[in-house]
C-alpha cells in the first residue's frame, strides 16, 4: 500500500488505471460472440453504440457494463488502497487506456461510459446527476450524442456543487470532458449542420 497522495502513488495509481481501461470489452465480447472484429462494422469504434449496430443487443449492453465498470473498479481500488484523489488519478488512466488502448494502436472509444462508471464511483450522486440528465436531454431532443455531451459537460459543476470539499479535484473530471467533446469532433460537426441522426432513425444507443 502507498502512502498518501506521493507522486509514486498517483503514478502508480495512473498506470494501474490505464491496464485496466485498456480491456476492450467491444472487441473481445463481439470476437467471443462469432460477430467478428468491431473495428470492421459501422464507424469502426469499439464502444456500446457501435456494437449495437451488429444487431447484438445483448454483447451491446456487456460492453456497455464492461467499459463503465471497468472505470469504476479502477476508482474504488485505488481509493481503497491509497487516497480518494489516487481514485480520480486511477479513473482518469482507465479513461486514457479506453480511449488509446495499446493494444489496439491507441484507437480506442469514445469514453461516454467508462467515464459515467468513474463518476458513480467517485461520487454515486454526482454519476447520478449526469446519468439523469443524460436521460432528460435524450428524451428531450432525441439524440443520443448530445445528450451525452451535454451531460457530461455538466459533471465538473455537478462533482464541485455535490462534492465541495473536493473541488480541485474537479479539474481531473473536466480534463476528461474535454477529451471527450474531441473524440465526438464529427458527431458535433453533425449537430451543427443539423444531420446527427436521432435515436430510433437508427440503431444507436450511448455514445461510448
Known sequence: MFAGNSPIA????????????????????TRLGGVGDIRDVGSGNIGATNVLRTGRRDLA????????????VA?????ALVSPLAGVVAGLGAFLGHLFPVWLGFRGGKGVATFLG??????????????LTWIAI???????????LVACALAPAFFVFLQPSRAPEAWLLAAMVVMIFI??????????????????ARKSALSS
Open 75 to 79: 476508482v474504488l481500488i485505488a481509493g
Open 118 to 131: 468513474i463518476l458513480l464511483a467517485i461520487a454515486w450522486p454526482v454519476g447520478l446527476a449526469t446519468a
Open 183 to 200: 473524440r465526438h469532433h464529427e458527431n458535433i460537426r453533425r449537430l451543427l449542420a443539423g444531420a446527427e441522426p436521432r435515436i430510433g
Open 10 to 29: 498517483l503514478l502508480a495509481s495512473l498506470i494501474g488505471g490505464y491496464g485496466l481501461g485498456a480491456v476492450s470489452f467491444g472487441v473481445i465480447v
Open 138 to 148: 435524450a428524451l428531450l431532443f432525441r439524440i443520443s450524442s448530445l445528450a451525452a
Open 61 to 72: 449492453a456487456i460492453t456497455l457494463i464492461g467499459d463503465g465498470g471497468k472505470g469504476a
